[in-house]
């Protein structure tokens, strides 16, 4: 019987070989006789299947070119063969998808992904850990890549996320044999013995791309996050994702061959022949069909291209069957031009596709458009969709759409309706101009045959006689009709009749930072030709900058722009530029014009790898110059606009819309090897640069009618031997002749390994800025820095993953200021608060983290960026005793503390407005004392030197110096928030080795500040703030009841409590010795009751001179203080007490945190443990190992769970 091929997990060590052919060797198992094989079918079976294979295929099979291809045909034929066995047995729907879904929970369970993970597929393969291979499963997730493997009691596991992977490649080496290696910044992978290696690699490729382009711009990322969806077919064993990865890449790759808009989606494509009357021949190829066109690539490359908009259709009919021409389909077109398909597999069901879409094209008006088409133009513009075809008569060439529609006011202008060149030419006939005027009649009857023969518009047949006719370059007359139409800008102008006049409307008037920069540059756009050296040619450069950067805000506007505008414009009108624009932006050149210019360095990498292969001798001399980024940028970015003569680089502009990117390497390429002997002679980067300036200064057009215009980098070829000219059309030969082997998909994968390269290249930039930004204070290392700002990002870019919803992922603006790039909200801060506090709380952390977050949001956006994260670890890891406890205070103070925790509003303001009074005294007795200092420091400089400026300076100087907090600047804390306090302490101290220790120390303290605040009231009627105090008394409202924070009331009480244990330590005897330390002998820390306002601002105590410069940590709701809590001593009993019985709070106590901080020192056991060191690398490492962020592996015998 035979079985679909499965890979078999090891290949030769228990099989023994029976016969052989070049393509298949029938083996027999090790130890199992001569009686069958693992199928247990009959050996008769056996050998009459093998006879089969080879009487049938090995002929076949000697055709083909390479491994994939084989593999692809055998699996293909076997499975045949097996459903025709089966056709007669009941399928089993559900057994391949469970199959499926299985493995997702397993993939899930092992690596503890979250429910939004999704599986994309997975497949057996070996993982090479060192020179040994683990045989075991890849699991390719959307944005992970997992590999898990347990042979013989040794176990391997990986997680890598696909945004840290740096390079990806296919590779075969002698070690290991067709392979894929992955690459991150920490490591270098190796997976091989796949199936079918060509689907896991390009599958790979896929999500890995995908993840890269979310780093570069998460709003296309998140708009892409819904593939097209081909329409459902049965597939066995391939999930829906993989299937929509699968539509995307088909659809991608569709309209890159075709140029036609972003937003097309194919619908699907089969094989077929079309009729070409210019050769009389049946080309076979492919017609992909999709919403709004009908396409045609035959299988020779430049054998033929064909586009049919489906706006153009007129008749749509199943011609006659025949043995000459089985299954024809005819397609005519408003144009009068009729395309013949034939052997279509399934006519019917492709014309009943074809049926729909045309039924789903906007209506059009009554009425012959065409002959109004012919009459003019412009009064066509009110038709949905108008198209050039009509023009194939007509040989001028069609003018824009614009001109009639109402409002704007870029239709007054004459750069409406025409290009600059036509506006600014002068009226010389073309044959007053000599050879060249002949030439170029001759050109404009070369294309003139050409649209007889081949159809002229979008419907054209493009062959290799097109492309011949651009290398030998389009006439001026006909530029702006045929840049629309090779770059499928077309398309999109008569598909959106009025958009760029609407967005001229919408921008006028409005100002932003890309109007700013269009305005400097506007005077830069080709100074030196006429038709920009008026108001007239800059104001319809402007209007179109401007639309675009008013169209695409992500782009807006980026320097290089305004010189390729300008060049369009010569040759188009303004509507007709603003979509070449966008085609060139979106499409032609991606991610070119950002404020990264990723594309451009993408393809700088591209030429580099080009250089190296086909100028191996120039390559290592170019690196080492350093000239490949130097030249690059300004070559690709404007398309040798800037650096060739006008008339010249037009010509590459030609060959640009036709073929692409691939031209512009070719001929940089050809640059190169045309000065290979001077550049390998040069010393320095000045003087290569400056041979290929004079080189590029020499390119020159004989042809070109045009006034020649003087090319701005001319003063390069001064000197007193001047390079010979090179003819433009002499440099596009030989890059032709010599560079042409490359291939538009050979350009797209190589865009992909670089994109790889240069975004993680950004990525390490932006991580060491970020670095660098933060204050050299801050008390972490760079590396631990490093490691905080990885995980940072991680947690922020998983709410793209798994949360789309969550303002971190929606607010994302690449085009930020690197710090603000990446920022968290509240609840992605808890989690990494839980994992890499030193002051762990048990279940009462994540209310601790989120108080520290309320404290760290300063600007109150509901996210915090990477420097304030970073501000409120080290507050708990660095600093001394005094720094740490300034945190932990100001946790329980608002911001921190939100309303619902604290007592009341009302109370709060009451205690920080006694606080803000000694402040304001403080800070006038700060200002005279300061004024007098300057007024002496002024006498002592009188008549010595001149004071002023230096005065000034020095005034200029402390006013920037950021303020450093003292343990003075601290408000006072009420009494519910100092229980709060104690809440979170108890609560800190419950994993801790020393617990009973700092349980009995911590009790000891808040007996000691609770007395401290009842010493406090009775200076409460001190006359000089009486007044003061009785206005909130009077006003006090009832006290709420005191479980204001939900975990107040929610946490049973801790048993065995060590509080009460406490309290039993505690003798009678001390409490009159703690008043008198209180009352006498406290200094500073003792008098910083609210009846003594000026207590704080005498006295100077030693510990007020550490300075605080680290905004704090988070909140904490802790357990519940059992009912038989006792605080030490029969005093402290009271207050909370009624606290817990949901008595009054009493509202006159209060504590200052030198009160707090001197008690703490009294406990040695408390001070060692805020001063112990904690190496948060250990917690990075945990919480990497827990949120499975990087890749992992273990090696041990036992299996491990995979949180």
């Not at 009271?1134 to 020192?1161: K, M, N, R, Y």
């Amino acid at each position: 019987m035979w079985l679909g091929p499965e890979e078999v997990l090891v290949a030769n060590a228990l099989w023994v070989t029976e016969r052989a052919n070049p393509f298949f060797v029938l083996q027999r198992r090790r130890g199992h006789g001569k009686g069958g094989g693992l199928t247990g079918s009959s050996r008769k079976e056996i050998t009459k299947h093998w006879e089969w294979l080879e009487n049938n295929l090995l002929q076949t099979l000697s055709i083909f070119d390479n491994e994939e291809d084989i593999t692809t045909f055998v699996k293909g034929k076997i499975h045949g063969i097996i459903a025709e066995e089966n056709k007669n047995v009941q399928p089993q729907g559900d057994e391949d998808p469970g199959k499926f879904k299985e493995a997702e929970l397993k993939m899930r369970r092992q690596f503890g992904m979250p429910e939004g993970e999704k599986l994309v597929n997975y497949y057996s393969c070996s993982y090479w850990k060192g020179r040994v291979p683990r045989q075991g499963w890849l699991y390719l997730t959307v944005n992970h890549l997992c590999f898990y493997s347990f042979l013989l009691g040794k176990e391997v596991s990986l997680v890598v996320q696909w945004v840290d992977v740096t390079r990806l490649e296919k590779n075969a080496t002698l070690l290991f044999p067709e392979s894929i290696r992955v690459d991150t910044r920490d490591q270098e992978l190796f997976f091989s013995m796949f199936l079918n290696i060509g689907e896991t690699f390009k599958l790979m490729e896929q999500l890995a791309n995908l993840a890269v382009r979310q780093l570069l711009d998460s709003e296309g990322f998140l708009e892409e996050k819904a593939p097209p969806r081909p329409p459902p077919r049965p597939h066995r064993n391939i999930s829906a994702l993989k299937r929509d990865l699968d539509a995307r890449a088909k659809n991608e790759c569709y309209c890159a061959t075709f140029r036609l808009p972003r937003d097309e989606r194919l619908d699907g494509h089969t094989s077929c022949t079309l009729w070409t009357p210019f050769n009389k021949l049946h080309i076979p190829g492919q017609m992909f069909i999709s919403s709004n066109y009908i396409c045609f690539a035959s299988k020779e490359e430049d054998a033929c291209h064909l586009i049919i908009p489906l706006r153009e259709v007129t008749i749509v009919e199943k011609a006659d069957c025949s043995s000459v021409l089985p299954s024809p389909l005819s397609i005519s077109t408003k144009s009068k031009m009729t395309f013949l398909f034939a052997n279509l597999k399934d006519r019917e069901f492709l014309v009943e596709r074809i049926s729909d879409f045309l039924q789903k094209m906007p209506s059009k008006p009554s009425g012959g458009s065409q002959a109004e088409r012919k009459a003019s133009v412009v009064d066509a513009a009110p038709e949905p969709s108008p198209a050039p075809q009509e023009l194939s008569e007509q040989p001028a060439r069609p003018t824009s759409p614009l001109g009639g529609l109402p409002g704007g006011r870029a239709q007054e202008a004459p750069t409406a309706s025409q290009g600059l060149l036509r506006l600014f030419q002068r009226n010389t006939p073309v044959e007053d101009l000599g050879a060249k005027g002949a030439k170029e009649k001759m050109k404009e009857e070369s294309w003139n045959i050409h649209f007889f023969e081949f159809g002229r518009g979008m419907c054209m047949y493009r062959t290799a006689r097109t492309r011949e006719l651009v290398l030998k370059g389009i006439p001026e007359s006909l530029r702006g009709e045929l840049w629309l139409l090779f770059s499928g800008a077309w398309n999109e102008m008569v598909t959106h009749p009025g958009y760029y006049a609407e967005l001229v409307e919408k921008s006028m008037g409005k100002y932003s930072l890309a109007t700013e920069e269009i305005e400097r540059d506007l005077h830069r756009s080709m100074p030196e030709h006429p038709a920009f050296q008026n108001e007239l040619g800059i104001a319809a450069l402007r209007r179109v900058l401007t639309a675009y950067a008013f169209r695409n805000p992500t782009i807006g506007y980026c320097q290089a722009m305004n010189i390729v505008t300008s060049v369009l414009l010569l040759y188009g009108s303004e509507e007709e530029a603003f979509w070449l624009l966008v085609a060139l932006c979106e499409r032609m050149l991606p991610d070119y014009y950002n404020t990264r210019v990723v594309g451009a360095l993408v393809d700088q990498g591209i030429f580099e790898e080009l250089t190296r292969d086909f100028l191996p001798q120039l390559s290592k001399k170019m690196q080492d110059l350093g000239v490949i980024s130097s030249i690059s940028l300004s070559w690709f970015l404007t398309l040798f606009l800037s650096v060739m003569p006008f008339e010249s680089a037009v010509v590459i502009v030609d060959c640009f819309f036709y073929e692409g990117i691939k031209v512009i390497l070719q001929v940089a390429l050809a640059i190169l090897d045309a000065n290979v002997e001077q550049l390998l002679g040069c010393g320095d980067e000045g003087e290569a640069m400056t041979v290929l300036g004079r080189y590029l200064d020499n390119v020159v057009n004989k042809q070109s009618v045009s006034p020649p215009i003087p090319h701005l980098h001319a003063l390069l070829t001064s000197g007193d031997d001047p390079p010979e000219e090179v003819d433009i059309f002499d440099l596009l030969k030989v890059s032709y002749e010599k560079f042409s082997s490359l291939r538009a998909e050979d350009i797209e994968q190589m865009r992909f390994k670089q994109r790889l390269k240069v975004i993680q290249s950004l990525e390490d930039t932006a991580k060491r800025s970020v670095v660098r930004a933060i204050p050299g204070d801050i008390g972490f290392s760079i590396e631990e820095l490093e490691d905080l700002y990885m995980v940072f990002k991680a947690k922020h870019l998983a709410s793209q993953y798994w949360g789309s919803s969550r303002p971190a992922a929606v607010r994302r603006d690449p085009s930020l200021p690197y710090l603000e790039q990446y920022r968290i909200d509240a609840h992605q801060f808890r989690e990494l608060f839980a994992s890499l506090t030193p002051w762990a709380c048990g279940t009462h952390t994540p209310v601790l983290a989120g108080r520290m977050f309320r404290l760290l949001d300063e600007n109150k956006d509901s996210l915090i960026n990477f420097k304030e994260f970073v501000t409120g670890m080290s507050g708990m890891y660095h600093g001394d005793l005094t720094e740490k406890l300034k945190v932990l205070y100001k946790l329980h103070l608002p911001p921190a503390l939100s309303p619902e925790e604290a007592e009341s509003a009302l109370e709060a303001a009451h205690y920080f407005t006694e606080d803000s009074s000694s402040e304001e005294v403080l800070q006038q007795e700060e200002r005279e004392e300061a004024g007098n200092d300057i007024q002496d420091k002024r006498r002592e400089e009188k008549g010595t030197s001149p004071p002023d400026y230096r005065h000034y300076l020095r005034m200029w100087a402390k006013e920037k110096e950021v303020q450093k907090e003292t343990i003075k600047d601290l408000p006072k804390m009420n009494q519910e928030q100092f229980i709060e306090l104690c809440k979170t302490l108890y609560n800190m101290f419950s994993e801790d080795p020393m617990e009973q220790d700092l349980y009995h120390a911590i009790a000891t303290v808040a007996s000691l500040l609770l007395r401290i605040g009842e010493v406090g009231k009775r200076f409460s009627a001190w006359p000089g703030r009486k007044s003061r105090d009785s206005a909130p008394d009077e006003d006090e409202p009832p006290a709420p009841d005191p479980p204001q924070d939900p975990a107040w009331e929610l946490q049973p009480p801790a048993a065995g409590d060590p509080q009460a244990k406490a309290g039993g330590d505690t003798h009678p005897g001390k409490t009159p010795q703690e008043s008198q330390v209180v009352g006498e002998g406290g200094g500073g820390e003792g008098r910083g009751s609210p009846s003594q306002p000026l207590s704080d601002d005498e006295t100077k105590d030693d510990l007020s001179t550490s300075s605080y410069s680290v905004v704090s940590t988070g909140s904490l709701q802790c357990e519940d203080l059992a009912d038989d809590t006792v605080l030490v001593g029969g005093e402290a009993r009271s207050p909370v007490a009624t606290t817990h019985g949901g008595g009054a709070v009493d509202t006159d106590w209060c504590i200052s945190f030198e009160q707090i901080l001197a008690s703490i020192l009294t406990e040695s056991v408390l001070v060692n443990f805020f001063e112990k060191r904690v190496d948060i690398g250990l917690k990075i490492k945990d919480h990497r190992k827990v949120e499975r962020q990087f890749s992992t592996s273990s090696d041990h015998e036992q299996s491990v769970v995979l949180g």
